[in-house]
């Protein structure tokens, strides 16, 4: 007899799958019309799938009950996520782009990070009760990498390719590559100082000294150093051995296109196994493998990769909002609502944005004070975060007395996870709408004005005339360029020529002339044929292709041309 089977497994899968077909059937509406992010939709789906409302999604029943072990999937599955993101993002730039724009670069992940990383610092320190400068510096490094899965939503698409230069997008989609896996030091620099230092070094001898030799040893030398070699040395052997496989013929179309993804699970599994820093290497490697632009112009217009990484996107961030702990926003001895939403603003409007504004003068990409603001502004927040969080979190756990989670350490625990998983949220919240609100807000007074006539009908009702972020600079430069080019080519010209309409058709005079070329108007019918004679002065008399019937020879002068064609037309 037929029984239901209401397994987790299957629920799943209906769930998943039901979702994103769903959202498939609309995507084009939400994300091309709409500018609607599809992290901000699955976040939400997320939330309706979770324990919170129609408990489709089990979190913890998965993880077998144990927050611990849901701690871990969480991590692991932002580590999946990033490490494809990161090999695909490397894999999207020119060739030898960091090579070339490592001045640029330098400054965004230079004094640009440890800028956001000071302001973010700053901004917890003040609003977070009890909570001391050096725990505040621990919190404000999870925040600072810019996020590249939300990136993403913003420099692809419609409305970037119509409104965001090509350069900028670039340096953007390399910055937060780069910055994703640059965390490490920020972060780890304030963890071994709480370490070793924090309560007095209780249970964890060694002092400043030990801290920081772990610092310049472990994190710059075995993490950061060690996943740059290595991604390096990665890619490019995986770039040669693809060349020789394609050029032999070994590879078919199918492995060479998901080659990249494969990559990026084995550079993840391989740099967790020896403990270094997994989502710098996989940025690394990708730009590595196309040193060359090969594989990039090869797979420029295929949409595999595009594909699995949307699958990713929407399942992390479904998962995101299924394991997000909502209620401890609201209820918690961290910090009151009113200041978590506070904090919120404050770090998305003054974490990035006067770093940025601050050092756009020196970044060629970002010309305009208009490009400061957008780069400023659109620095998102979101799975980098959420790892970093995690791995704070496994760090502090091993900070032990007695074999009991140290008081400070297991304090800071609840502080990173509220105000961490809030500014998440907020910049997943407030990034994904921000594209929409804006074309609304554009658009509202451009139907008003037109609703009061006051105004005519743009020739694009969808878009603006020029990028928003130069517009006003271009229309001035073009304007001036348009009238100038006029006035040249009237300089050239002379004086405009007199023509004659002679029954159904039109003859320029300009004195001696030999025709060139006969051009028919196609937009007339058969018996309005215009006949446009293009003629260079200096040359042969222009009447001797067009005879005229009564038969006598053409003069060279206005007169003689006129009563001609009046007779052949009579």
Known sequence: MPTLEVTNFNIVCATLGGFITLFGLVSYLLKERYYLSEALISLIAGIVFSPHAANFIRPLDYALGSQQNLDAMTLYFT?????????????????????????????LLGPGMTGMWICSSLLVWAMVPDLSFLHSLAIGACVTPTDPVLSNSIVKGKFA???????????????????????????????????????????????????????????????????????????YIAKELLHWAEEKRFVDRESFLVF????????????????????LAC????????????????????????????????????????????????????????RLIFLGILILLFRRLPVVFALHWKIWQIEE???ALFVGFFGPIGVSAVFYLYVSLQFLGAITVDGVVREDAARLEDQFTVVIWFLAVCSIVVHGLSVPLGKLGYKLPRTFSSAMGSRSVSEDPEEPEAPFHIRGRISHEVNAHMQRDRNEQRA??????????????????????????????????????ELTIS????????????????????????????????????
């Open 79 to 107: 580590r999946l996520v990033l490490g494809v993101q990161l090999v695909l993002a490397g894999v999207q730039l020119p060739s030898k782009y960091l090579q070339h724009e490592w001045k640029s670069l330098a400054l």
């Open 369 to 371: 004070k208009q490009q």
């Open 535 to 570: 003629t260079k002065k200096g040359s042969e008399s222009a009447a001797e292709d067009i005879t005229p019937s009564s038969g006598s020879k053409h003069s060279s002068s206005k007169d003689v041309q006129k009563e001609d064609f009046v007779n052949e037309e009579s």
């Open 283 to 338: 940025f690394i490697t990708g730009n590595a493998f196309t040193h060359d632009d090969w594989f990039r112009l090869k797979t420029k217009d295929d949409s595999l990769q595009p594909t699995i990484d949307m699958l990713l996107n929407l399942s992390i961030f479904i998962w995101f909002g299924a394991v997000c702990p909502w209620a401890s926003f609201a209820h918690n001895d961290v910090i009151p609502i009113y």
């Open 492 to 529: 050239r010209d002379g004086p405009p020529r007199e023509v004659f309409r002679i029954g159904r058709r039109t003859i320029p005079s300009d004195g001696n002339t030999t025709p060139q070329a006969l051009r028919y108007n196609e937009n007339r019918t058969t018996s309005d044929i």
């Open 161 to 235: 390719d119509k409104n965001i230069p090509k350069d900028l997008q670039k340096i953007i989609i390399a910055e937060s590559g780069a910055n994703d896996g640059l965390g490490y030091p920020f972060l780890f620099l304030a963890l071994y100082l709480i370490k070793y230092v924090g309560s007095g070094g209780a249970g964890q001898p060694g002092g400043a000294r030990l801290a920081m030799a772990y610092w310049f040893g472990e994190t710059w030398g075995y993490t950061i150093i060690l996943s740059v070699l290595y991604g390096a040395t990665v890619g």
């Open 260 to 279: 990249a993804i494969t990559l990026a699970l084995f550079i993840t599994g391989t740099c967790g196994m020896i403990g270094s820093d997994d989502v």
